[in-house]
Nanobody, 127 residues
Framework: QVQLVESGGGLVQAGGSLRLTCEAS????????MGWFRQAPGKDREFVAA????????FYENSVKGRFTISRDNAKNLVYLQMNNQQPEDTAIYYC????????????????????WGQGTQVTVSS
């Protein structure tokens, strides 16, 4: 079993930045593909970003490309989401997710492809 805990959420003004951290425990995640999803009030959970086990490949949702960066530190069992130039539409609960698949593919744009989830951290962007 893998436990995931997100941190780093909060309130930020439009144009500002936050860095989310996902801390994994229970197992080393160096062979896991990791993802970030978000869910805004009244909306479905949506894909934000994903990163291959080795960190070499990444996917991003179109609206966050060029603003968000996903990265990982396998030695520390951590995954990050750096969010720059945030906009009010980025307001959501952000979730970290893990899958035992080591190779990143387009199926990892879908929440059903992940095996483990964190509880989420709230990000609010004011205009």
């Amino acid at each position: 079993q893998v436990q995931l805990v997100e941190s780093g959420g909060g309130l930020v003004q439009a144009g500002g930045s936050l860095r989310l951290t996902c801390e994994a425990s229970g197992r080393n995640i160096s062979r896991y593909t990791m993802g970030w999803f978000r869910q805004a009030p009244g909306k479905d959970r949506e894909f934000v970003a994903a990163i291959r086990s080795s960190g070499g490949n990444t996917f991003y949702e179109n609206s966050v490309k060029g603003r968000f960066t996903i990265s990982r530190d396998n030695a520390k069992n951590l995954v990050y989401l750096q969010m720059n130039n945030q906009q009010p539409e980025d307001t959501a609960i952000y979730y970290c997710a893990a899958t035992t698949a080591a190779t990143l593919s387009r199926i990892h744009l879908f929440s059903s492809s992940y095996d483990y989830w964190g509880q989420g951290t709230q990000v609010t962007v004011s205009s």
